[in-house]
């Protein structure tokens, strides 16, 4: 077992598919997945967020659920000060986010990494003043419509709790409308980039906001459709691609969210699930496999059920990993080209290092895949 850090009484202790038990881990995995805390290096940590659940700050029990382990394979949770909290209950959902901060603080216990969404740069310089100490218990803060004329407002109060010693990240959500719009779009994602490149060590993702992109049209995909089906969606989602996955300075992308679930009772999905792929779950899947295509790490989600499907996409397969080996392997200028081990396809040493080194970072975070095993034979 890896180091246990202690912080005022809490244990932050992670690792993914810890509602294994060590039989099915060394039975599934060639490689296990590897521990983190929140005070890990930042390139590991910025992949290690998975499914990040999405909970209202208002809703009770949040502490008592996190306690228990009812979600043993959640590693990331945001509590939502946003969208799903009403003008007139922002009140009461600081003091319960407050309340749920300090009951945590009194246990020992693995923790996800814990991220507050902020309605505005307003709230969140207020929301630091708020919580104080209770920030230790965060891994940072979710910054919405992020954008060049909030960028500095919000990276400024983020830059003053790190030097206040609070290990704190911003997760801002490209959602605005200046991004959407073509004739603005360019210009305002490289002025973005550039900002966040200026605090390039306390950004540990980029987070994507495609319900606010599709709603700017009055567009919603169906269960059995992804975003990537929705065209201007699509056009947008290419360019924010190719600005920020750029090797100079990569941020690591996010995935948006997924929003369909079944009305089933979380106790017995575990049972369907093995009798029948729902449409909600065989949508969610479609939309993963994109997500990866495309280089996303990591994908917000509104439901518990969601939390396994996410993980489990975001596993190694073997002959990933053995592809991955072989090219990082062969830097050395003597081969430029090589037929994989498993003889299906041709790895080429200079264009796929970076893919390469993506994968062997995501495989310890998640874990590599048994020959023979998908990652089907984890849910």
Same mark, same amino acid.
């Given at each position: 077992?890896?180091?246990?850090?202690?912080?005022?009484?809490?244990? *932050?202790?992670?690792?993914?598919?810890?509602? &294994?038990?060590?039989?099915?881990?060394?039975?599934?995995?060639?490689?296990?997945?590897?521990?983190? #805390?929140?005070?890990?290096?930042?390139?590991?940590?910025?992949?290690? *967020?998975?499914? #990040?659940? %999405?909970?209202?700050?208002?809703?009770?029990?949040?502490?008592?659920?996190?306690?228990?382990?009812?979600?043993?394979?959640?590693?990331?949770?945001?509590?939502?000060?946003?969208?799903?909290?009403?003008?007139?209950?922002?009140?009461?959902?600081?003091?319960?986010?407050?309340?749920?901060?300090?009951?945590?603080?009194?246990?020992?216990?693995?923790?996800?990494?814990?991220?507050? !969404?902020?309605?505005?740069?307003?709230?969140?310089?207020?929301?630091?003043?708020? *919580?104080?100490?209770?920030?230790?218990?965060?891994?940072? @803060?979710?910054?919405?419509?992020?954008?060049?004329?909030?960028?500095?407002?919000?990276?400024?109060?983020?830059?003053?709790? !790190?030097?206040?010693?609070?290990?704190?990240?911003?997760?801002?959500?490209?959602?605005? !409308?200046?991004?959407?719009?073509?004739?603005?779009?360019?210009?305002?994602?490289?002025?973005?980039?550039?900002?966040?490149?200026?605090?390039?060590?306390?950004?540990?993702?980029?987070?994507?906001? #495609? #319900?606010?992109?599709?709603?700017?049209?009055?567009?919603r995909r169906k269960s059995n459709q992804s975003l @990537?089906?929705?065209?201007?969606?699509?056009?947008? *989602?290419?360019?924010?691609?190719?600005?920020?996955?750029?090797?100079?300075?990569?941020?690591?992308?996010?995935?948006?969210?997924?929003? %369909?679930?079944?009305?089933?009772?979380?106790?017995?999905?575990?049972?369907?699930?093995?009798?029948?792929?729902?449409?909600?779950?065989?949508?969610?899947?479609?939309?993963?496999?994109?997500?990866? &295509?495309?280089?996303?790490?990591?994908?917000?989600?509104?439901?518990?059920?969601?939390?396994?499907?996410?993980?489990?996409?975001?596993?190694?397969?073997?002959?990933?990993?053995?592809?991955?080996?072989?090219?990082?392997?062969?830097?050395?200028?003597?081969?430029?080209?090589?037929?994989?081990? %498993?003889?299906?396809?041709?790895?080429?040493?200079?264009?796929?290092?970076?893919?390469?080194?993506?994968?062997?970072?995501?495989?310890?975070? %998640?874990?590599? &895949?048994?020959?023979?095993?998908?990652y089907e034979d984890l849910l």
């Open positions: 077992m890896g180091q246990l850090f202690l912080l005022e009484g809490v244990v *932050l202790n992670m690792r993914f598919f810890k509602g &294994l038990g060590e039989q099915q881990l060394t039975t599934k995995f060639y490689q296990l997945p590897t521990e983190f #805390t929140k005070d890990s290096d930042k390139e590991q940590l910025a992949y290690c *967020l998975g499914a #990040t659940l %999405y909970m209202p700050a208002m809703k009770p029990m949040i502490a008592q659920t996190l306690i228990s382990n009812k979600m043993p394979n959640a590693t990331s949770i945001i509590l939502d000060l946003e969208d799903s909290v009403g003008e007139l209950q922002i009140y009461e959902a600081l003091q319960n986010l407050k309340h749920t901060l300090q009951q945590l603080q009194q246990v020992q216990v693995d923790l996800p990494l814990l991220f507050v !969404r902020v309605r505005n740069p307003n709230q969140f310089e207020m929301l630091t003043e708020f *919580l104080g100490p209770l920030q230790k218990l965060l891994t940072g @803060y979710v910054f919405p419509k992020f954008s060049s004329a909030n960028a500095d407002y919000y990276l400024m109060i983020l830059q003053q709790q !790190r030097m206040a010693g609070y290990n704190l990240y911003g997760l801002p959500i490209l959602e605005s !409308r200046d991004i959407m719009l073509k004739e603005h779009r360019l210009q305002t994602l490289l002025e973005i980039r550039e900002k966040l490149i200026a605090h390039y060590d306390a950004i540990l993702n980029v987070r994507i906001g #495609t #319900t606010d992109f599709s709603g700017f049209y009055g567009i @990537y089906d929705i065209v201007v969606v699509r056009d947008c *989602l290419v360019d924010i691609f190719n600005v920020f996955n750029r090797q100079d300075y990569p941020f690591v992308l996010s995935a948006s969210v997924w929003e %369909y679930f079944d009305s089933l009772q979380q106790d017995t999905l575990s049972t369907v699930a093995t009798k029948v792929r729902t449409q909600a779950v065989k949508g969610l899947i479609k939309e993963l496999e994109l997500d990866r &295509l495309n280089g996303l790490i990591g994908k917000t989600v509104i439901h518990p059920t969601h939390i396994d499907v996410v993980n489990a996409m975001h596993t190694v397969t073997y002959e990933e990993y053995l592809d991955a080996v072989e090219i990082i392997n062969h830097q050395d200028g003597e081969l430029g080209v090589k037929k994989s081990e %498993y003889a299906n396809k041709m790895n080429e040493m200079k264009p796929h290092l970076q893919w390469a080194k993506k994968i062997i970072l995501q495989a310890h975070i %998640y874990g590599v &895949l048994q020959p023979h095993v998908t």
